[in-house]
């Protein structure tokens, strides 16, 4: 079945980018996703990037998406303590979406 | 994109009861989808629910545990049912976005967490 495979925690200094990697292995994705989870929160959409692009920019917002190794990558510029949340990966190719593990990022000073 | 109203926000239960979960929405929406988040883990689907027709369920999660009621295009009822400690989690809803007449990706509402005790 389809999986979506996420690394477990990213920490960073205020200021520095962030790179939060995520791999899938259903070839006919067609929306892949990016949300973002504060602790005692839903889910936050951030961005989305339809399966026949290869990068959408969206403020400090980065995705980079390689279609022919199933790699998706959210970058976020100059990141922030208020950044400091879980980022949870996840791909569609019908109504259901398929959720990575998600990554905890951690923001230190 | 939608604006999703889900409550309770969270609750406390005691085992073998029932609590049913709404949400509402501030459009109208063909589908609504009902995701449940175990401690410490990712999203997984429970079932789509369509106005006029019954829920489909996914593997795992039959109608009997988790009764959908879906009476019109904006609003939906989840219910856990006999809920025993393994029923702690998350549930949260989700809808289509449409933004200027297209796709815009899938809104969640703020969850409900709950606790069995």
């Known amino acids: 079945g389809e999986d979506v495979e996420q690394s477990l925690f990213l920490s960073v200094r205020e200021g520095d980018s962030s790179v939060i990697n995520c791999t899938y292995t259903?070839?006919?994705?067609?929306?892949l996703y990016w949300y973002k989870q504060e602790p005692g929160a839903g889910l936050q959409l951030l961005t989305y990037?339809?399966?026949?692009?290869d990068m959408k920019q969206d403020q400090r917002l980065t995705v980079l998406l390689n279609k022919k190794d199933k790699h998706l990558s959210l970058r976020i510029a100059d990141t922030q303590t208020g950044d400091s949340a879980i980022y949870f990966c996840a791909e569609s190719n019908t109504d259901k979406l398929i959720f990575g593990t998600g990554t905890r990022l951690q923001v230190f000073p | 994109s939608a604006v999703i109203s889900q409550k309770p926000s969270r609750d406390i239960c005691q085992r073998g009861t029932s609590l049913t979960i709404q949400c509402q929405v501030d459009s109208q929406v063909t589908m609504m989808f009902w995701y449940r988040q175990q401690p410490g883990q990712s999203l997984t689907l429970i079932a789509t629910?369509?106005?006029?027709?019954?829920?489909?369920?996914e593997s795992g999660f039959v109608i009997d545990k988790f009764p959908i009621s879906r009476p019109n295009l904006t609003f939906s009822t989840l219910t856990v049912s006999n809920m025993s400690p393994e029923d702690s989690s998350i549930y949260l809803c989700?809808?289509?976005?449409?933004?200027?007449?297209?796709?815009?990706?899938?809104?969640f509402g703020s969850g409900t967490r709950l606790t069995v005790v």
């Open positions: 990037i339809f399966s026949n692009m």
């Open positions: 259903d070839s006919s994705s067609t929306y």
């Open positions: 629910a369509n106005q006029g027709s019954e829920a489909t369920y």
């Open positions: 989700s809808v289509e976005g449409i933004g200027q007449g297209s796709f815009d990706g899938y809104t």
